[in-house]
T-cell receptor, first 109, second 114 residues
Framework: RKEVEQDPGPFNVPEGATVAFNCTYSNSASQSFFWYRQDCRKEPKLLMS???SGNEDGRFTAQLNRASQYISLLIRDSKLSDSATYLC??????????FGSGTKLNVKP | DAGITQSPRYKITETGRQVTLMCHQTWSHSYMFWYRQDLGHGLRLIYY???????DKGEVPDGYVVSRSKTENFPLTLESATRSQTSVYFC?????????????FGQGTRLTVV
């Protein structure tokens, strides 16, 4: 079983749409959670950390459900520039980061 | 420049050859990682290092060797390259301390083994 699982998509949405991604993780001892964005197999870059109480950064909202062991990312008012692959990342044992396979988002005009 | 850099950016090598991918970071981060990324598999951890002279295996270590004699460098060596090692390799680092510290990535090395 993979440490982190994501729906690979692709999610094809029109500009202005709201889209949500989920991610599940297997290790209940996981400590930290992140969403990374990756463009065209360039290096992943941090989009946002995910906090227990949920957090928002502009059009992006991240939530964590420890009981069910999943995290989510909601993107409102999608822009063409949001087209990318979104990686769910879980950190545990303090020094290990595990990545999901990524969810591909295509925002179309 | 500050940051994390990988070299070379692109490499073509022949089966059976030894090849070394370099990774250098200027933040003095204690932790460094090597990942490979293949279509359909996402990022998979090859090796990681908690500090100079401390390394450990990740998910897919077979066929790879690492060393870390200095904090800022973490080279990855393919001792005898195989076609299955054709991939994009990413080096990453993060500093110890805060639980929510994220990892930072180099730009990647595209390796093709022919």
């Amino acid at each position: 079983r993979k440490e982190v699982e994501q729906d690979p998509g692709p999610f094809n949405v029109p500009e202005g749409a709201t889209v949500a991604f989920n991610c599940t993780y297997s290790n209940s001892a996981s400590q930290s959670f992140f969403w990374y964005r990756q463009d065209c197999r360039k290096e992943p870059k941090l989009l946002m950390s995910v906090y227990s109480s949920g957090n928002e950064d502009g059009r992006f909202t991240a939530q964590l459900n420890r009981a069910s062991q999943y995290i989510s990312l909601l993107i409102r008012d999608s822009k063409l520039s949001d087209s990318a692959t979104y990686l769910c990342v879980v950190r545990y044992n303090f020094n290990k980061f595990y990545f999901g396979s990524g969810t591909k988002l295509n925002v179309k005009p | 420049d500050a940051g994390i850099t990988q070299s070379p950016r692109y490499k073509i090598t022949e089966t059976g050859r030894q090849v070394t991918l370099m990774c250098h970071q200027t933040w003095s981060h204690s932790y460094m990682f090597w990942y490979r990324q293949d279509l359909g598999h996402g990022l998979r951890l090859i090796y990681y290092s908690a500090a100079a002279d401390i390394t450990d295996k990740g998910e897919v270590p077979d066929g790879y060797v690492v060393s870390r004699s200095k904090t800022e460098n973490f080279p990855l060596t393919l001792e005898s390259a195989t076609r299955s090692q054709t991939s994009v390799y990413f080096c990453a680092s993060f500093g110890a301390g805060r639980v929510n510290t994220e990892a930072f990535f180099g730009q990647g090395t595209r390796l093709t083994v022919v």
